[in-house]
């Protein structure tokens, strides 16, 4: 089992629409979780952060925690041509702030106009 | 937020030769930094990770002779690729993490071609 695990898509999603990632992971005692964007050919872009249960909110998107579940969500609103990209998810696992961050495969996410 | 640069932005040498990587955190003191590299269409493969002031840490079957990584100072690591193969040729990727969330930002990556 992979440590982190996402659906590799490609998710198509018409544009002004919500778009759904999801994320699984395999540490319990992990403490930070993160959502990046990669578009083609460029390096990650850390687009949203979160560390406890629930919902956080930055503009258009929503990352959703719930560590019971081992499971994180990045909703996106509103879906832009622009949001075309590959979504990370990255977790930090143990209960150091300096360990390791494990970072998934990749959701490619395609908004058709 | 946090800007990490790197350079080149991209090189092409010929087969047999070095080149080296730099990585800059330009506006946060890095306590550790980590060197990617990420074929087409695949994800981000971790290569070593390193703490200032000491050896780098690589992951498994990374080899410590053929990419040598120095991080002399809080703000820079470089990345050698000693003798260069076709084979190496790839997007490298550095990324430096500090401050006070540990978070990771990444560098805009390095596209090496080796002919």
């Known amino acids: 089992q992979k440590e982190v695990e996402q659906n590799s898509g490609p998710l198509s999603v018409p544009e002004g629409a919500i778009a759904s990632l999801n994320c699984t992971y395999s540490d319990r005692v992990s403490q930070s979780f993160f959502w990046y964007r990669q578009y083609s050919g460029k390096s990650p872009e850390l687009i949203m952060s979160?560390?406890?249960?629930g919902d956080k909110e930055d503009g258009r998107f929503t990352a959703q925690l719930n560590k019971a579940s081992q499971y994180v969500s990045l909703l996106i609103r509103d879906s832009q041509p622009s949001d075309s990209a590959t979504y990370l998810c990255a977790v930090r696992g143990g209960y150091s702030s300096a360990s390791k961050i494990i970072f998934g495969s990749g959701t490619r996410l395609s908004i058709r106009p | 937020g946090a800007v990490v640069s790197q350079h080149p932005s991209w090189v092409i040498c010929k087969s047999g030769t070095s080149v080296k990587i730099e990585c800059r955190s330009l506006?946060?003191?890095?306590?550790?930094m980590f060197w990617y590299r990420q074929f087409p269409k695949q994800s981000l493969m971790l290569m070593a990770t390193?703490?200032?002031?000491?050896?780098?840490?690589?992951e498994q079957g990374v080899e410590k002779d053929k990419f040598l990584i120095n991080h002399a100072s809080l703000t820079l690591s470089t990345l050698t690729v000693t003798s260069a193969h076709p084979e190496d040729s790839s997007f490298y990727i550095c990324s430096a993490r500090g401050g006070p969330s540990y978070e990771q930002y990444f560098g805009p990556g390095t596209r090496l071609t080796v002919t």
């Open positions: 506006d946060f003191q890095a306590t550790t």
């Open positions: 390193s703490n200032e002031g000491s050896k780098a840490t690589y």
């Open positions: 979160i560390y406890s249960n």
